[in-house]
């Protein structure tokens, strides 16, 4: 073999391996997954002990559209919420055994079934560490009334989505959570990103379930207190 076709071959890898790299992780993946792990603060909640309540989020993107599934209980519970970044619009809806509720809310109407950690301050602090590979900068929420404890927020903007936090509480922040802390029902939940998967998402997974019977806002937040309480 000549030495100008081994050249050729060798440059060809290396653009092939360079190319295969870049779709792995790095600025302006459109879509994905993302695997998250979920602790409590709390050791029982509405008489579950924690270790029985979901242990993983799923997060599912495309086209600035996000799913959130949150799964549990060997399946009985399972938790979703769909958000449309470009209307900022959320529909959530909720599986308990053999119950099956839906919620749609209304453009730039909160989502549902997470607090809204109502008077909530944020402070970039320039820190940076790596989670799942990505590089991300810190941010501590703070709360002046003392009634939720400060957290750290990690995130990162080598995602493409636009304005991912949409009107949520974590709306002053300008990119992809990877840690946190929310609140569902009773439960308050601290979410680290634990894998990421380059992954085609086919778009048929944001339309709506079927069979599902559509409740209020209200009405979601109460059965899911219910559980949790």
């Known amino acids: 073999m000549s030495k100008?076709?081994?050249?050729?071959?060798?440059?060809?890898?290396?653009?092939?391996?360079?190319?295969?790299c870049s779709r792995k992780k790095g600025p302006g993946l459109t879509e994905g997954r993302i695997e998250f792990q979920i602790t409590y603060e709390q050791q029982e909640i509405g008489g579950y002990s924690a270790s029985l309540l979901p242990a993983k989020m799923t997060m599912e993107f495309r086209d600035n559209m996000v799913k959130n599934t949150i799964q549990g209980g060997m399946g009985f519970f399972n938790l979703v919420n769909v958000s449309d970044l470009n209307n900022y619009q959320f529909i959530t809806y909720l599986k308990f055994i053999d119950k099956k509720y839906i919620f749609e809310g209304d453009k730039n109407e909160p989502p549902c079934c997470f607090g809204l950690m109502d008077g909530m301050n944020i402070e970039f602090t320039g820190q940076t560490k790596e989670i799942i590979g990505f590089e991300c900068k810190n941010a501590i929420a703070s709360f002046p009334d003392g009634g939720i404890e400060s957290f750290d927020i990690w995130y990162t903007d080598e995602?493409?989505?636009d304005k991912p936090n949409g009107n949520s509480p974590f709306q002053k922040i300008p990119g992809v959570l990877l840690e946190f802390n929310t609140i569902m029902g009773n439960a308050n939940m601290h979410m680290v990103a634990k894998g990421f998967d380059v992954t085609r998402v086919p778009a048929r997974i944001f339309d709506l379930p079927k069979n599902y019977t559509q409740v209020s806002k209200l009405e979601m937040e109460t059965i899911l207190n219910a559980l949790l309480d």
């Open 4 to 20: 100008s076709i081994l050249k050729y071959l060798t440059l060809t890898l290396l653009a092939i391996m360079f190319v295969d």
């Open 159 to 161: 995602l493409q989505l």
